[in-house]
């Protein structure tokens, strides 16, 4: 089946650190990644995927390179902000079986001044 | 704004009774989703529906049932509701008629349930 593997949080960083969330997945065919973010009391936005090996995904700062040889798709930021504060979902999607999206358990970012 | 309009955003109820949720896909959408997301086992995946049919099922309780009309718009059914059926329940549409499917969401802000 599909999963995929994020690490634990809470992450706490102060503000201009570097960031970096590890996600792995495991896939029954050819998936597309995505990284979703949820701020304090809204649902799941899309923050940036990519669809193919060596695809890097990015927006707002973050940045995600799709590593089919070590089947990861690590979220990374140069320099975090507070405002940057949020729940972070990496998540994957197989052509075929409608689609549905499979998520990790997210990973909780707080940023201090 | 993902376009997504779920309601109630919150609720709270007894063991034993039957609520429910409702949700207003994007303009075009013609897949809806509901997701369960518990502190315990993050966001599970619980049905799907395209054009009013019953699509994907995933860890759906039978106490639970959920429906798409022909408005597209959708409604998860909760009852015989226990203490741990507290959540916060997701909505998320995806793919405009006619284009295709790429497993990208577009999520409401939840139906936040509390059973007492």
């Known amino acids: 089946g599909n999963s995929v593997t994020q690490m634990e949080g809470p992450v706490t960083l102060s503000e201009e650190a570097f960031l970096t969330i590890n996600c792995t997945y495991t896939?029954?065919?050819?998936?597309?990644l995505f990284w979703y973010v949820q701020y304090p009391g809204e649902g799941l936005q899309l923050l940036l995927k990519?669809?193919?090996?060596?695809d890097k995904g990015s927006n707002k700062g973050f940045e995600a390179t799709y590593r089919k040889e070590t089947t990861s798709f690590h979220l990374e930021k140069g320099s975090v902000q507070v405002s940057d504060s949020a729940v972070y979902f990496c998540a994957l999607s197989v052509e075929g079986g409608s689609y549905i999206p499979t998520f990790g358990r997210g990973t909780s970012l707080i940023v201090h001044p | 704004d993902s376009g997504v309009t779920q309601t109630p955003k919150h609720l709270i109820t007894a063991t034993g009774q039957r609520v429910t949720l409702r949700c207003s896909p994007r303009s075009g959408d013609l897949s809806v989703y509901w997701y369960q997301q518990s502190l315990d086992q993050g966001l599970q995946f619980l049905i799907q529906y395209y054009n009013g049919e019953e699509r994907a099922k995933g860890n759906i309780l039978e106490r639970f049932s959920a429906q798409q009309f022909p408005d597209l718009h959708s409604e998860l059914n909760l009852s015989s509701l226990e203490l741990g059926d507290s959540a916060l329940y997701f909505c998320?549409?995806?793919?405009?008629?006619?284009?295709?499917?790429?497993?990208?969401?577009?999520f409401g802000e939840g139906s936040r349930l509390t059973v007492l």
């Open positions: 998320a549409s995806s793919v405009p008629g006619g284009a295709v499917n790429t497993g990208e969401l577009f």
């Open positions: 990519a669809t193919k090996a060596d």
């Open positions: 896939a029954t065919g050819y998936p597309s």
